[in-house]
C-alpha cells in the first residue's frame, strides 16, 4: 500500500518510524518548514524531516497545504492512504478525498474528549487519571471524524507532560500499524463519535502559564505537571519571572494552619523550607516547590536555588 505521511514533531517520529519497518511503500513524507528553533534560532529541519531523509523518504515542505501545486503534487502519487500525525494544518476538502482509504489521524486523546491542540496537556492540567491515543477517520470537523481504533494508559500523579508524551508517541505508532494493516485487509469500520460527549482542548496560552496561588493546591500542582517540561507554570518573585517546574504535596499531618512566620499566611506567601524544598501557602493548603527557574537562569532544585538566592519567609510570589 502506497502512504504519503505527514507530521511534523517527535511525536510523530515513533509512527514514521513504525510504517516504514513494517515495509509500508511511503511515497513521501510532508512536513513543516524549516523553522528557527532551540536557543540560538537557528533555522532547523523538524524532527521528521530529519527521520525521513535518514530513511531515504522524499520530503515535501509546503507553506501551505491548500497551495494548488501542493494538492497536485498529491494527486500525481495517487496514494491509497494519508497519515496524520501532529502535522500542524488542517487538510482541505481537496486533500482529504484523494486517498481511497482516507486520511488516518493518530491523535493523542480519548475522542471525543479532548479535541484541539493540546490534548495531552489539557488532561493533565485537568486532573485527569487516564488518557489515550485514537485512530480516526479524517473529515472537515475538528477531530470529529469516526474512530477506528483506541487505546489508553493510565496518567500517575507525579507523571508530567513530557512523561505522557513520550508514552503516547510509542503507543500511537503501535496502533497505527494495527490501524493501517487492518485497513488494508479490509477487516476495519469507522464508528461515529458521540458528539455531545465531545471536550475541547485548545492551544496553550501566555495566560495559562500564570500560577494563581488562590487556586487549590491541587489544581496548581496539575497545572505545574501539564506545563513541564514546556511551556513551565510561572510565577513572579519580586521583579523577575520564575518558573516553577516541579511541586509537591506537603506532609499536611505537619504543616500548621499558620505558617512559619506568617500569620494567616495569604495565597502565595513563601512559608520558609520545608521537606526539601520551599513551602508556599496556596488557595486551600500548601505545595512544596522542588525545582524551579528564576529569569535568565538555569533549572535548579529547590535546595540548591536557594543557596544561590535568599528568599525570606513572608515573601509574596504572584
Not at 9 to 28: H, R, T
Not at 185 to 196: F, I, S
Request: proline fraction near 8%; include cysteine.
Amino acid at each position: 500500500m502506497k502512504i504519503v505521511f505527514m507530521g511534523t514533531p517527535v511525536f510523530a517520529v515513533p509512527s514514521l518510524q513504525a510504517l516504514a519497518g513494517a515495509g509500508f511503500e511511503m511515497a513521501a513524507v510532508v512536513t513543516q518548514p524549516d523553522r528557527p528553533r532551540g536557543r540560538g534560532k537557528k533555522v532547523r529541519p523538524s524532527p521528521v524531516k530529519e527521520e525521513a531523509l535518514g530513511l531515504g523518504i522524499p520530503v515535501c515542505q509546503p507553506e501551505k497545504v491548500r497551495e494548488e501545486g501542493f494538492v497536485k503534487f498529491l494527486r500525481d502519487i495517487k496514494p491509497q492512504m494519508i497519515v496524520v500525525v501532529a502535522f500542524g494544518q488542517i487538510l482541505p476538502v481537496g486533500i482529504l478525498d484523494i486517498p481511497p482509504l482516507g486520511c488516518i489521524n493518530v491523535h493523542s486523546s480519548l475522542l471525543p474528549r479532548y479535541r484541539g491542540a493540546a490534548p495531552m496537556q489539557r488532561a493533565i492540567m485537568n486532573g485527569e487519571t487516564r488518557t489515550g491515543v485514537t485512530t480516526m477517520l479524517m473529515e472537515r470537523g475538528l477531530d470529529s471524524g469516526d474512530i477506528l481504533l483506541q487505546s489508553s494508559i493510565p496518567i500517575g500523579g507525579e507523571d508530567n507532560f513530557g512523561m505522557v508524551h513520550d508514552r503516547l508517541s510509542e503507543l500511537g505508532a503501535e496502533l497505527l500499524l494495527k490501524t493501517a494493516e487492518l485497513l488494508t485487509q479490509g477487516k476495519l469500520q469507522g464508528v461515529p463519535q458521540d458528539h455531545e460527549k465531545a471536550t475541547y482542548a485548545p492551544v496553550i496560552t501566555r495566560d495559562d502559564e500564570v500560577i494563581s496561588w488562590h487556586d487549590r493546591a491541587e489544581d496548581i500542582k496539575n497545572k505545574v505537571r501539564g506545563l513541564n517540561p514546556w511551556p513551565g507554570a510561572r510565577t513572579v518573585l519580586g521583579d523577575r519571572v520564575l518558573k516553577i517546574w516541579n511541586v509537591a504535596a506537603p506532609d499536611r499531618s505537619r504543616v500548621p494552619d499558620t505558617g512559619d512566620g506568617c500569620i494567616n499566611p495569604p495565597p502565595g506567601c513563601i512559608l520558609g523550607s520545608r521537606e526539601g524544598g520551599l513551602a508556599v501557602q496556596c488557595g486551600d493548603y500548601p505545595l512544596i516547590i522542588r525545582e524551579m527557574q528564576v529569569q535568565g537562569g538555569k533549572r535548579l532544585g529547590a535546595a540548591e536555588f536557594l543557596r544561590g538566592f535568599r528568599i525570606d519567609t513572608g515573601l509574596q510570589l504572584g
